[in-house]
């Protein structure tokens, strides 16, 4: 079962967390080949040349050309945190090695941080990820199916209700039926033009998709090659085989998700939410990997300041 080979993988244990990232030097030399992986780039010039000093026990790289002092943090994630790499680097570990979301309480007791540092650190991570996951296109044969945060499956005439904070899942699945890449996405409604954005946003044009017989599907499969229903009749789509996947996907993105998080949170922040879970499902094959590619993706997000890491999903879009 490849589902097992998953779940029984070695992944990264403390004690290599703490070898390879237990210091402040070595989290910055590991920051440093991830934002400068060829050598050191002026990110106001792009010029090489430099000169490197100590002060107030940090390195800053001073460019030959412009003059322009900078340090491995600034103009990434980890710009203006006081926090130590160390510390940033145990919340990476925490939010990519966990099978579920990860709370800000949760956080703040490992780290031994403020609620609020730790919820500035958590968020900031998780729109590095989303930013990761935004330009994911599925491609091949994928399945989609819509569900909701924080109660079950309206039914087909009544999809959804206002409480309840509706996503789209979808599967891209390989030659043999099994699944490779995922995305989850939040629709703000069930007509056919949200649905339509939503496939130009996350179906290569090539793609052919598969889902039920809602109508606004249709709408979305117009935007790719080819587009089949499967019509359910009074069944739901989760009782029937082809949509296997997409539905054990959706279970496991809602358990990750509402056992983590109360609903005014994932209400407002579930575009982070469910990047974080999609995230995690497309680099499932890779636990051990996952920690040096977050730091990576941090590398390589501008700073976000937390009056905009506050502004719920419509605002912020
Ligand atoms: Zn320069």
């Not at 967390?17 to 400068?36: D, H, M, P, V």
């Amino acid at each position: 079962m490849p589902q097992n080979k998953i779940q029984f993988q070695h992944g990264m244990s403390l004690s290599e967390l703490i070898n390879q990232y237990g210091t402040e030097e070595k989290c910055e030399a590991s920051l440093q080949k991830a934002r400068w992986p060829t050598g050191f780039v002026c990110p106001a010039c792009g010029q090489r040349e430099h000169s490197r000093f100590l002060a107030d026990g940090h390195w800053y790289w001073q460019c030959s050309h412009c003059r322009t002092q900078t340090t491995v943090r600034s103009g990434t994630l980890f710009h203006a945190s006081r926090l130590p790499l160390t510390q940033w680097f145990q919340a990476i570990y925490l939010v990519t090695q966990n099978k579920n979301n990860l709370s800000t309480l949760s956080l703040k007791r490992h780290l031994g941080v403020a609620y609020s540092t730790a919820w500035r650190v958590k968020h900031k991570l998780l729109e590095a990820m989303r930013q990761r996951e935004a330009r994911r296109l599925l491609n091949g044969v994928v399945f989609a199916d819509d569900a909701v945060l924080g109660g079950e499956h309206a039914g087909k005439p009544g999809r959804g209700s206002e409480n309840k904070a509706p996503f789209m899942a979808a599967v891209e699945l390989d030659d043999n039926g099994f699944p490779q890449h995922v995305r989850f996405d939040p629709i703000a409604d069930y007509k056919g033009t949200t649905f339509a954005a939503w496939a130009k946003r996350a179906l290569h044009p090539d793609s052919h998709l598969v889902t039920d017989g809602c109508t606004s599907f249709n709408a979305a499969g117009a935007q790719v090659a080819a587009h089949g229903a499967i019509i359910v009749g009074n069944k739901k789509s989760s009782d029937l085989e082809p949509f296997r996947w997409v539905n054990t996907f959706i279970s496991n993105a809602k358990t990750a998700i509402t056992g983590t998080y109360h609903h005014f949170d994932f209400d407002k922040y579930r575009h982070r939410y469910l990047a974080e879970a999609q995230y995690r499902v497309n680099r499932r094959f890779d636990l051990a990997s996952l920690v040096g590619r977050l730091v990576h993706a941090c590398a390589n997000t501008t700073p976000c300041p937390e009056r905009w890491l506050r502004l719920a999903e419509t605002e912020a879009s």
